[in-house]
T-cell receptor
């Protein structure tokens, strides 16, 4: 069974701080997606990474896919209250399904 | 801009009652999914469908049934609800795997 472990599960920081969220597995994924979910809503796709070592930037968010395609990270620079939410990574497994991590709840205080 | 629509958004059931959650999508997607979300457990796949008339089991299918009679609709049924099925249920649709998942707003179900 392919599993994705996210860390940390909870993060509470002050506005302006930097943070990194990790998504790790012992299995290889063909691609990995990152979603953000706000209270009362469904998750919304932020980015998909496909190639080992790939780095994608979305404004203050930087996503990296590990060289071996077993792990990924999300780095936020100068976090803002609008970044508050639940961040989910999801790996495309070899069984044709997306496997989700447990999620990281981020709270950014003004 | 409807996207994925779930009904109902809230429901309270007594143990043993049955109900159906309806999911409708207007993006002409082949793939549809039902997930449940519980605190600290991310999203777990209940059942999914890769096309009209097809369904398949996900990670946690026990106690649920699904049907995909029309391409745009995916129904999730609970025949005899149990308190362990208290959760938030999300429907999603996508283009062929591993496309972006488009989620509905969720249906919060409480089983007493």
């Amino acid at each position: 069974t392919q599993l994705l472990e996210q860390s940390p599960q909870f993060l509470s920081i002050q506005e302006g701080e930097n943070l990194t969220v990790y998504c790790n597995s012992s299995s290889v994924f063909s691609s990995l997606q990152w979603y953000r979910q706000e209270p009362g809503e469904g998750p919304v796709l932020l980015v998909t990474v496909v190639t080992g070592g790939e780095v994608k930037k979305l404004k203050r968010l930087t996503f990296q896919f590990g060289d071996a395609r077993k792990d990924s990270s999300l780095h936020i620079t100068a976090a803002q209250p609008g970044d508050t939410g639940l961040y989910l990574c999801a790996g495309a497994s070899n069984t044709g399904k997306l496997i989700f991590g447990q999620g990281t709840t981020l709270q950014v205080k003004p | 801009n409807a996207g994925v629509t779930q009904t109902p958004k809230f429901r309270v059931l007594k143990t043993g009652q049955s109900m159906t959650l309806l999911c409708a999508q207007d993006m002409n997607h082949e793939y549809m999914y039902w997930y449940r979300q519980d605190p600290g457990m991310g999203l777990r796949l209940i059942h999914y469908s890769v096309g009209e008339g097809t369904t398949a089991k996900g990670e946690v299918p026990d106690g649920y049934n699904v049907s995909r009679l029309k391409k745009q609709n995916f129904l999730l049924g609970l025949e005899s609800a149990a308190p362990s099925q208290t959760s938030v249920y999300f429907c999603a649709s996508s283009s062929p795997f591993p496309g972006e998942l488009f989620f509905g707003e969720g249906s919060r179900l409480t089983v007493l």
